[in-house]
């Protein structure tokens, strides 16, 4: 049986417009055309056979078998989020052959006056809604490919809850129709706002121009908003994240998350990566959700729950810092040595000998190579016309590789 190329045509946003003499001749020279009845009635006077665009895996068997010259019809690129990934997945890529047209991505960014070159490209129509979140809220410029379950309004909502809300909102409605509209809102905004099921939804960092700048490492304790003694201090921060040995797209858990100030340097360190900051007592939520606001950070999300509750739904980290156990030190060890990645890394802090003597003790009885430095800061402090060191306790930081020798 001969197998015929099969022509794989993106239709511009408008219909006609932008179809190639190439892409032309192939759909008038074609047999069969098959796509939306959208696309279909662009080419009322089409000779051959036209077929309406169904079930994938009718079409597929039809492709297989078909002796006849088809033209697919798709919206804009066909390779964008579209027909073609399926197609080159079943199908030997030497019978098909695309002809894109200008994307409905392409034209929103093109009408609201942005570039589109530094956007990250999402969809969520029938994926799940979270690794979409994640990727937003790491992202300075996203298009969103919403569906009628994931709409504008449900994204919102999943960006206020995890403190992202510093976004510039573009609602991209009906795009190419008589009722085409471009809202420009704010995150909250989208909460109530009705929208077309047919949106492109498109989030831009909101940098202003007053917003003021904070170091990647090394932000002052004072500028974190925090209860008394809450706050793992600028300089044993320091070295504890010197001992992550933090790469730019890791998965970090922080364990008992506090005020949150080692999530947010570590998200600053790790531009690519991902931040989970687990804390659950209600007196600390407070804090942790004003500073992910005021230092932007876009990659940390707040998990309200105390592990090892709460840790089940997230991606196996490369690294983990435990900064407050709330007594349940061994219960936490043992349900992150079940999830952390080969050769990773878990980093504690302790302050008192008997939790320094059983976290040793305990992740050296589970095959761990571990080595403890100890941390002892003294500050100075003003005394009439003289300075004066004031020391603070001493902090002992438990650095554990897997699968150490």
């Known amino acids: 049986m001969t197998q015929q190329k099969i022509y794989l045509v993106g239709a511009g946003i408008k219909g006609w417009e932008g179809f190639g003499s190439k892409a032309l001749e192939v759909i008038s020279s074609g047999e ?3 796509g939306a009845q959208r696309h279909l009635d662009i080419f009322p006077d089409y000779p051959g056979e036209k077929l309406v665009l169904g079930d994938l895996p009718a079409m597929l068997e039809f492709l297989k078998k078909t002796e006849k010259r088809v033209t697919l019809l798709a919206s804009g690129d066909p390779n964008f989020f579209g027909l073609s990934r399926f197609l080159l997945r079943n199908l030997p890529k030497e019978r098909i052959e695309i002809f894109p047209n200008v994307t409905s991505m392409q034209y929103a960014f093109a009408r609201i006056k942005e570039t589109w070159d530094d956007a990250l490209f ?3 129509h029938g994926r799940g809604i979270k690794s979409a979140i994640d990727k937003i809220i790491a992202s300075e410029k996203v298009a969103v490919l919403t569906d009628g379950k994931h709409s504008p309004a449900v994204i919102a909502q999943e960006l206020i809850k995890r403190g992202a809300e510093g976004y510039i909102a573009w609602l991209c409605e009906d795009l190419g129709m008589p009722s085409e509209k471009f809202t420009r809102t704010d995150v909250r905004g989208l909460v109530e706002f009705p929208c077309s099921p047919l949106n492109i939804l498109i989030l831009i960092k909101a940098w202003e121009p007053t917003l ?6 090394g932000i002052d304790d004072d500028q974190f908003a925090t209860a008394k003694k809450l706050i793992t201090k600028q300089e044993v921060r320091a070295v504890t994240l010197a001992k992550l040995q933090l790469q730019n797209d890791q998965v970090l858990w922080d364990i008992g998350a506090g005020s949150g100030s080692v999530s947010i340097e570590a998200g600053n360190l790790m531009t690519n990566g991902k931040v989970f900051a687990l804390e659950k007592n209600p007196n600390y939520l407070g804090f942790i959700r004003e500073n992910l606001r005021k230092f932007s950070a876009g990659n940390v ?4 729950a105390c592990a090892p509750e709460g840790i089940d739904d997230l991606p196996d980290p490369d690294r983990v810092f435990i900064g407050g156990s709330g ?7 043992e349900a992150v040595d079940k999830r952390l990645k080969p050769e990773g890394m878990i980093v504690l802090n302790a302050v008192t000998l008997d939790t320094l003597t059983k976290a040793v003790e305990f992740l050296e009885d589970h095959g761990y190579s571990v080595e403890v430095c100890c941390v002892n800061v003294a500050r100075t402090r003003p005394l009439t016309e003289y300075k004066m060191f004031e020391a603070h306790n001493p902090v002992y930081i438990i650095t554990a590789r897997k699968g150490g020798e």
Not at 212 to 217: G, Q, S
Not at 327 to 333: A, R, S, V
């Open 122 to 124: 999402v969809s969520v």
């Open 301 to 304: 999300m707040l998990i309200e």
């Open 32 to 34: 069969v055309l098959m």
């Open 327 to 333: 007594g349940m030190l061994e219960e936490i060890i």
């Open 212 to 217: 003021e700048t904070w170091p990647v490492m």
